[in-house]
C-alpha cells in the first residue's frame, strides 16, 4: 500500500491493445498460524463481528445505503483483487489479464472460463457489459462517477469498456471496485435503487444462508470456480447495538474474527490469551467532515477555527494510549502515500491552540460575548452540532475532549448519537452540520482523494452519495487536478496534480483531519489459521473493508 499504482502499457500515441497484465488463478496465500487442507471441501464455523452496527438489515443490494458488508466481494465478485495492504500486489478475480488502448480510453478484459452463478447459470462477457452498461443508464447506479462511454462483448470470454476520457490510473476502481451482477436477474428489475435483493445470486465464495435481527449467516458456496476455496464453511455475523457487546464477546473468545475497538487492548484482550491475535496497520484517516455545501461549516473561518481548537496529541493519548499515529493538513496517508507528497509540504504542521482559534473568527467578524462563546457574524448564535454513529465509544470519548477543546476557543458544540442506520442515511443525504468519521481503505492515493473530494461524485443534498464526498466539497482546480492523475501515467504530471490537491486540502480544510485511524482488528488464534500477518501481507484484515474481507474469509480456517 505504499507506492502509487504504476500503470504499464500506455505508450504514448498508442492506438493497439497493449498487454498490461497477466494473473495467477487464485493468487495470495494464507500462512497466519498455519493453513488447514480443505482436501474434505469447506468445514467448521467461524464466528465474526464488524462491531457496532444495530441490526442486520437483511438488504443485499449493493446499491442500497443499507447493504450488508458481504455483498461486495463475498457474493458479488469485481473482475480483480488490488491488495489494500500492499500496493501493486494485484490478482486475478473474475478476470485474467486486462489491456489499456486508445490513449487509455479503452479497457478490454479477459475473463474466467468455467464460472456460474450460484443459480447454475454460466457467468460470461454479457454480465461484464451489462454491469458497467448498466451504470450509464441510471447515473445513480454509478456510485464512482467513471465516464463511461459503453461496454460490448468479443465472445464469451471478453469485455471491451470504454470511456470518454483516459483511465489509466483509474484501474483500481474500475477494475477492483466495480462489482459484476448477473444479467439474467438484474435486467429484470424494475428499480435496481430500491430492491432489497435479499436472496442474492452471486458468483462469490459464499451464499445468503439466513439473517434475524441480530445474526447473519453464510454458507460456503459449494461449487465455487477457485480450486481449494473457501475453506470454512459458514460464517457466523453478530451485531451488537455498540462497542460495549462487541467487545464483551471478543474478550471472552466467543468472536474469531472482530473489528471494535478494545480500551487498554493489551490488559483486557491480549494478555488473556497467548493465541489472541492484533493487527492494527494504518488503512486511514479519522476527521471531522464539515458540510462544506449547507450550513454554518460552509465558511472557511469557521473550518480553520476548529482545527485550531483541537490538540490533536492530547486526544490520541487520552483515547487511545497514543496508539494512533499523526496525520498532517493535507490528509495524505503515510507512508503509505509517500510517493506523491508534496515537497512544499514535508514541514507543514497544525496551528492549534485556542488563541489562533479566536483571532481566526474574529477577523472573520465572529462576535465573541460575555458568556465566551462566539456569535456568527450576522449575530446569530454559533451552536454546532456533530454526529457520531451511537455505541462507538471510542469516538464518544474523542468528541467529548473536542467539545471541551472548542468551548475553550468559543465554540458552541452539541454530541448526537443516532443509530448506526440513521447515521448512514444522514451522512448520505448530506443532513448534518459536523461528522466525526474516517476514509481511506485503499492503495490508490487518486481513489483515495477522488473519493473523498471530486465533486463529480457529490450529488445535491438530500440525494444520497454512497461513494465517499458525503461534505459535498466543490473546487474546479481540485476536480481537473483529479482528471489529470487518471488520464496518465506519466508521474511527473501527476506528482504536480497531487501538489494541486494536496494544497486545497490543507487550504480549504474539507476534511479537518485528526490523525490516523486506529484500526484494531481482533482475532481468536485458538480457532483461526490462515489469517494475513506483517509476514504475509496477503490482504488488508478489516472484515468491513471491501472485498479484501472476502479475499480473506475464502482463505482463513477452523482448526
Not at 489509466?168 to 432489497?196: E, M
Request: hydrophobic share 35%; charged share 15%.
Amino acid at each position: 500500500m505504499n507506492l502509487r499504482p504504476k500503470p504499464a502499457g500506455l505508450l504514448a500515441g498508442a492506438t493497439a491493445v497493449t498487454a498490461l497484465i497477466a494473473l495467477s488463478g487464485c493468487g495470495g496465500s494464507a500462512s497466519g498460524g498455519g493453513s488447514s487442507s480443505s482436501a474434505s471441501g469447506p468445514h467448521g464455523t467461524l464466528t465474526l463481528a464488524t462491531g457496532a452496527t444495530g441490526s442486520f438489515a437483511d438488504d443485499f443490494n449493493p446499491f442500497s445505503p443499507n447493504v450488508e458488508a458481504p455483498t461486495n466481494g463475498m457474493i458479488y465478485e469485481p473482475l480483480f483483487f488490488f491488495n489494500t495492504a500492499k500496493a501493486g500486489d494485484v490478482q486475478s478475480w473474475l478476470g485474467t489479464s486486462y489491456a489499456w488502448s486508445n490513449g487509455g480510453r479503452t479497457l478490454t478484459v479477459n475473463l474466467r472460463h468455467g464460472v456460474t452463478w450460484s443459480d447454475g447459470q454460466p457467468f460470461t462477457s454479457a454480465d461484464v457489459a451489462f454491469s458497467f452498461n448498466q451504470k450509464i443508464q441510471n447515473k445513480a447506479l454509478n456510485s464512482y462517477g467513471l465516464p463511461l462511454a459503453g461496454a460490448t462483448t468479443n465472445g464469451d470470454y471478453q469485455a471491451i469498456i470504454t470511456f470518454t476520457q483516459s483511465q489509466v490510473t483509474n484501474g483500481y476502481l474500475i477494475l477492483g471496485k466495480s462489482f459484476i451482477l448477473p444479467k439474467h436477474i438484474w435486467s429484470t428489475v424494475s428499480d435496481p435503487t430500491t430492491w432489497q435483493n435479499t436472496r442474492p445470486v452471486g458468483t462469490g465464495a459464499f451464499e445468503v444462508q439466513s439473517v434475524s435481527g441480530q445474526v447473519m449467516t453464510l454458507t460456503a458456496n459449494t461449487h465455487y470456480y477457485m480450486p481449494g476455496f473457501p475453506k470454512v464453511k459458514t460464517l457466523k455475523y453478530l451485531a451488537f447495538s455498540g462497542n460495549n457487546g462487541t467487545d464483551a464477546a471478543v474478550e471472552s473468545g466467543e468472536v474469531d474474527w472482530g473489528g471494535g475497538f478494545i480500551p487498554d487492548i493489551q490488559t483486557t484482550y491480549l494478555d488473556k490469551n497467548k493465541n489472541y491475535v492484533l493487527s492494527n496497520v494504518p488503512l486511514a484517516d479519522t476527521f471531522l467532515l464539515p458540510n462544506t455545501r449547507s450550513g454554518p461549516t460552509t465558511d472557511l473561518a469557521l473550518r480553520q477555527a476548529i482545527s485550531e481548537a483541537m490538540d490533536r496529541d492530547f486526544i490520541s493519548k487520552s483515547v487511545y494510549n497514543g496508539e494512533t499515529t499523526p496525520t498532517n493538513p493535507e490528509a495524505l496517508l503515510s507512508p503509505n502515500f509517500d510517493s506523491v507528497a508534496d515537497p512544499a509540504l514535508a514541514n507543514a504542521s497544525f496551528d492549534e491552540g485556542p488563541a489562533n482559534a479566536k483571532a481566526t473568527l474574529g477577523k472573520a467578524g465572529y462576535k465573541l460575548g460575555s458568556d465566551g462563546m462566539f456569535s456568527l457574524p450576522d449575530g446569530q448564535p454559533l451552536n454546532l452540532t456533530v454526529q457520531y454513529v451511537s455505541g462507538y465509544t471510542d469516538y464518544e470519548s474523542i468528541l467529548q475532549i473536542v467539545q471541551q477543546e472548542l468551548a475553550e476557543a468559543g465554540i458552541r458544540i452539541t454530541i448526537a448519537a443516532p443509530s448506526y442506520a440513521q447515521y448512514t442515511t444522514n451522512q448520505d443525504d448530506g443532513d448534518f452540520q459536523l461528522l466525526l468519521t474516517n476514509a481511506g481503505y485503499t492503495p490508490s492515493p487518486y481513489s483515495y482523494y477522488y473519493n473523498l473530494l471530486d465533486s463529480a461524485v457529490a450529488p445535491a443534498i438530500g440525494t444520497a452519495d454512497t461513494v465517499g464526498n458525503f461534505g459535498r466539497y466543490a473546487n474546479p482546480a481540485v476536480d481537473a487536478a483529479l482528471t489529470r492523475i487518471a488520464g496518465t501515467s506519466d508521474t511527473a504530471v501527476q506528482d504536480q496534480a497531487f501538489a494541486t490537491v494536496e494544497q486545497a486540502v490543507a487550504d480549504d480544510l474539507p476534511i479537518i483531519p485528526l490523525f490516523q485511524a486506529q484500526d484494531e482488528i481482533e482475532i481468536n488464534g485458538d480457532n483461526v489459521t490462515g489469517y494475513p500477518t506483517a509476514a504475509d501481507p496477503y490482504a488488508a484484515t478489516p472484515l468491513w473493508l471491501q472485498p479484501d474481507d472476502a479475499w480473506v474469509a475464502m482463505r482463513i480456517a477452523t482448526k
